[in-house]
T-cell receptor
């Protein structure tokens, strides 16, 4: 069973701070990694993906990947109240002839004004 | 939502009745997925399709069936609804292919309540 683990939170940070969200995965064959944001009552929305070790930056978001440690993280700089949401980590790996995404249970982030 | 729509958005049904949820895409993507999302369990894959009439089971497929007769439509059927199938159901499509670089795009979801 391929597993993706996230701290359920809630993670609470003040406005303007850096929020750090973490994710570990069990399948060493996993090849690409995604972060989704889900507002309450809404569908998941893709915000970042990464497939190479190291950092990938997009605006206020930075994804970090360490395949040796089977660890992926998402940093949100200058956090805003509008960043308050559940963040889902997803891992793509092969399952036979088809790739599938396996999701973690999500971390609830609250940014306090 | 990037050319993917789900219907109905909300449904209340009685235990033992059949229910069909519809997912329609206008992106002409080959891969389509059905997930359910429950508190404490996250998103779990029910079934997926890799082409017309080509489907396969996910991790929580018991009690569900799917059909895909056209590229644009993927139907999820609960043969005889049970209270444990009360959930939010999301349809998703993959990118233009199932390349490792593509994530999924989700529909708006169907909130199903079985009473």
């Amino acid at each position: 069973q391929k597993e993706v683990e996230q701290n359920s939170g809630p993670l609470s940070v003040p406005e303007g701070a850096i929020a750090s969200l973490n994710c570990t995965y069990s399948d060493r064959g996993s090849q690409s990694f995604f972060w989704y944001r889900q507002y309450s009552g809404k569908s998941p929305e893709l915000i970042m993906f990464i497939y190479s070790n190291g950092d990938k930056e997009d605006g206020r978001f930075t994804a970090q990947l360490n395949k040796a440690s089977q660890y992926v993280s998402l940093l949100i700089r200058d956090s805003q109240p509008s960043d308050s949401a559940t963040y889902l980590c997803a891992v793509k790996s092969s399952g036979g002839s088809n790739y599938k995404l396996t999701f973690g249970k999500g971390t609830l982030l609250t940014v306090n004004p | 939502d990037a050319g993917i729509t789900q219907s109905p958005r909300h449904k209340v049904t009685e235990t033992g009745t059949p229910v069909t949820l519809r997912c329609h895409q206008t992106e002409n993507h080959r891969y389509m997925y059905w997930y359910r999302q429950d508190p404490g369990h996250g998103l779990r894959l029910i079934h997926y399709s890799y082409g017309v009439k080509d489907t396969d089971k996910g991790e929580v497929s018991d009690g569900y069936s799917v059909s895909r007769s056209k590229t644009e439509d993927f139907l999820l059927t609960l043969e005889s609804a049970t209270s444990s199938q009360t959930s939010v159901y999301f349809c998703a499509i993959s990118g233009p292919s199932q390349d490792l670089l593509y994530g999924y795009t989700f529909g708006s979801g169907t909130r199903l309540t079985v009473v």
